[in-house]
Every structure is written in structure tokens, then in C-alpha cells.
């Protein structure tokens, strides 16, 4: 029981505050399927034809990561989430 509240309030703490933020997988990158290849030889032409875009959804709570692959559209709408790569 005491579980499932605590599952049910690190839910709506998240949902609530929503902090996260996305960074770029660059086309010089590793792709993030484990390949082993650049982004650029792997996932990227197939993204591009499909205008999508591989970035990585990181929790600015917890740290986590996650990779998501988004629309440009979509990605364009939430422009302010997304954080430059910094090497
Ligand atoms: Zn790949």
C-alpha cells in the first residue's frame, strides 16, 4: 500500500513540475541505438525522411534519461526544453 502511494505521488510530483529537458543528439554523435555508428550513418537519413529527430529527454529531478525520437514540429513547438550539447 504504502508503495503504491508512494508510485502515486513521485507520479503527480513529476506530471506537476514537468521538468525535463531535451538535448540534441548531434549528427557527429554515437546513435543511440548501440550500433556503434555515428548518428549521421545510422538512424539520421531515416529520421530526416521521416522529419524526425532523435534527442535525449533528461529529468531534471532525478537525472534520468530517456531517448525519445520527436517530430521537428513537435520539437519546434517545445523549442525552450531543448538544451544546446555542450562537449
Ligand atoms: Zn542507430
Do not use: W
Amino acid at each position: 500500500m504504502k508503495n503504491i502511494l508512494n508510485n502515486l505521488l513521485t507520479f503527480f510530483n513529476t506530471t506537476e513540475k514537468d521538468s525535463f529537458h531535451y538535448v540534441r543528439i548531434e549528427r557527429n554523435d554515437k546513435c543511440f541505438c548501440n550500433s556503434g555508428k555515428k548518428y549521421k550513418a545510422c538512424h539520421y537519413p531515416e529520421h530526416q525522411k521521416k522529419s524526425k529527430i532523435a534527442v535525449k529527454k533528461i529529468s531534471e529531478t532525478t537525472g534520468e534519461e530517456q531517448i525519445k525520437v520527436l517530430s521537428v514540429k513537435r520539437l519546434r513547438k517545445e523549442y525552450y526544453r531543448v538544451k544546446s550539447n555542450v562537449h
